[in-house]
């Protein structure tokens, strides 16, 4: 193998040179975190950048999640997507909540609406949707339930930063949306996340529970966790801010020759997500389907033997793995769509910095692949 490996996804950095000066702000100023300058910049930075009122900063985004259900006091039962990454149905353990997975719709790969409420019993207190890949979720829909039946939501959004759905904002429904700032992430602070939050009473309750529950030295008001980012994340991420239109135009260039590509290939298909007025290309999964020569995984196979390092987004499913496959509402064979999307998905590369080159090396093995002479 002569060629470097092509991964799944790469960080956007910014000329480093750039960073400098910030970093020797922190050095001056020897504030490292809990709230220092640029933590509080990169909050109102991120508030004017996304469109929304309130945002906590976190170290990541998984205590963002766990901390988001601690907020709103979640307990028993808790509906969400099997087809995600771990860290979603996670959350709800680390909270002793029980997960209720419930099927995927096949057309964005998102929680199915009309399987919620037979999933709905006395216990259950939320809904977690998941935005997958950006794709936004059917919102109206999934209030309505959430209205009928006095639940709460609590919108997964770490794939969807930037996005806008047909109804605005896709950070402005449900309850809570948590964002997550990790390396593989569009928008990166290397780990990072946030909570979004409606209003400045809960935005200062959540501030108390990931600073361990301190409301001021001497006074702690709740069992908080350290979910605090710190100073050099909240660094990186302004900087980072200041190149996102660019990243995410150069993304959505790769998507588009993605999909002219795939168009041309039968028995490939990607997602075509949900309609966004404003995507993010965030990932670029494909389908494999029955007429397509190779298998998914030989394709995957196919591809890693060239150095290019496709990702099964998400397989295996979450309901899959040991500390799930227990539960009742595990059973694959309740969970029809999410099984197929998980045996059939693979996500391509798509990065600021892939090189037309590059893309051209992967079109071509899934092209030649998909040849019937082969
Ligand atoms: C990345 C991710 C998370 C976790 O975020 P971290 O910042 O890595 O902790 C949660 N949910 C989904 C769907 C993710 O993709």
Known sequence: MSEKPIYVTQPYLPPIEEFIPLLQQIWDSKVLTNNGPFHKQLEQALCDHLGVKHLALFANGTLALVTALEALRITGEVITTPYSFVATAHSL??????????????????????????AITPQT????????????????????????????????????????????????????SVLSFHA?????????????????KRKLHI?????????????????????????LQAAIGLLQLQHIDQALARRAEIAARYRDAIDAIPGLSYVPGAGQRVANHAYFPILVGDDYPLSRDALFAKLMAQGINGRRYFYPLISDFPMYRGLPSAQASDLPVASDAAARVICLPIYPNLQANDQDRVIEIINDSGARSL
């Open 93 to 118: 353990l680390w909270n002793n909540i029980t997960p209720v997975f419930v099927d995927i719709e096949p057309r964005t790969l998102n929680l199915d609406p009309a399987r919620i409420e037979a």
């Open 125 to 176: 207190t939320a809904i977690l949707p998941v935005h997958c890949y950006g794709n936004p979720c059917d919102v109206d829909a999934i209030q309505t339930i959430a209205d009928n039946y006095n639940l709460k939501v609590i919108y997964d959004a770490a794939h969807a930063f930037g996005v806008q759905c047909q109804q605005g904002n896709v950070l402005a429904h449900g309850d809570l």
């Open 184 to 200: 593989t992430k569009v928008f990166t602070t290397f780990e990072g996340g946030a909570i979004v939050c409606p209003d400045a």
């Open 207 to 231: 501030d108390h529970l990931k600073n361990f529950g301190f409301v001021n030295q001497t006074t702690v008001v709740a069992t908080g966790i350290n979910g605090k980012m710190n100073e």
